[in-house]
DNA sequence: CCGTATTTATAGCGACCGCTACAGAAAAGG
DNA sequence: CCTTTTCTGTAGCGGTCGCTATAAATACGG
């Protein structure tokens, strides 16, 4: 997996998987089937820590949710003992055409997880908690797009701090807070 | 050039450029010597249309040229023609250990783009158009990862419009604006 | 201690990688 | 038209890729 996460689908070789293992060639076809077979089961593997499924589904609102998702990408993309950054994100970028497939499986888990933000946004406007001209697909989209930036700069370097600070900053484009924070008593309505 | 910022470094094979020039090897390597040397030539040739420093050197403020930068990604990094997204970033993330010098290279560039911002940054908090304790190397670091997102998201499929969104999002996170545009008229200072 | 079943290591398969020697075709000079 | 020079295409170099047939070594049942 750690082989994987740091080179990438095609950029690892049998040869380095079976030397970081311990065993022969013949042992992991026999353990794994084939080279796709052993991606899969090492993206399971990974996604069985997924801090941003059980952020939205532990977090009582859709802010309090991202928040967090931002906070702990902060934390696990840089935390030591494994490459910086999330494998979904940077293991299949660069692939021939004969390994799309891989590449559009890993895609498919990105925009699950997009689509699972975009649905917690959904429900907190539905129940009054965001305004109504709130877009959910585009928050989201927004989002997704901090997350992937924080793991990009994880791999060129960023410190767990660094990336603290640019969730921060990813917050303040929340929406209702700036009204909410600054407007002061309630004024009169338009109209 | 667009075979490599398709597919990357590392999975481009000379058998998939020379078909796409229509000359045979021989050829090839007359004209550019080795294959890391025609890769240099082309992020060369990629970065004549660098619309970051464009940016950068041509808007009076940085609040401006960050502005445009975002804008200008989200137009580039879906525009026909070529591969979404920006070549810089996604072009050399996973390589092998015998590429690490394609991979720093492109590091070094980006790295460059990240300093540039926070260079303009720090360069309005001097003059006194932001505010003291704004961090330049945080925000720049900031906008450095929402610009990689937008790639990132561009790649896997968003349109233009929804990377301007983005993009009116990570502007919200610009400092100063809240107190300027919410507080209403001065009130009593601290002490 | 012996025979059997399972696992392991050795060696190598065909295919493709980046790259190049060499021969045949095209262009330039007389 | 012939010679010389430049260029292009064919073929193939050593090496590594993902993957596997086969043999040696190990664990198990009696």
Redesign the pocket.
């Known amino acids: 997996m750690l082989e994987f996460w740091r080179h990438g689908y ?8 079976t030397t970081a293992m ?10 794994f ?6 991606f899969e089961e090492v993206v399971q593997r990974y996604r069985r820590y997924d801090f941003t499924a059980r952020a939205l589904a532990e977090e009582p609102t859709a802010r309090a949710a991202i928040a967090r998702v931002l906070r702990e990408a902060a934390a696990n993309y840089t935390a030591p003992g494994h490459p910086p950054g999330c494998l979904v994100f940077s293991a299949a970028v660069n692939v ?1 055409p004969e390994s799309a497939d891989v590449r559009e499986a890993l895609r498919g888990i990105r925009e699950a997880a997009k689509a699972a933000i975009a649905a917690v946004i959904a429900s907190d406007v539905a129940a009054g908690l965001l305004p109504e001209d709130t877009d959910p697909d585009i928050l989201a989209l927004f989002y997704a797009a901090t997350v992937q930036g924080m793991s990009t700069q994880a791999r060129d370097g960023a410190t767990r701090r660094d990336l603290e600070r640019v969730a921060e900053l990813a917050m303040l484009a929340w929406p209702g807070k700036r009204e909410d924070a600054a407007e002061g008593p309630p004024g009169p309505g338009p109209g």
Chains 1, 2 share one sequence.
Do not use: M
């Not at 311990?22 to 353990?31: D, V």
């Not at 089937?33 to 052993?38: C, I, P, V």
């Open positions: 095609e950029a690892t070789s049998i040869a380095s998987l311990g065993i022969r060639p013949p042992s992991l076809y026999a353990a089937g084939d080279k796709r077979h052993l021939g």
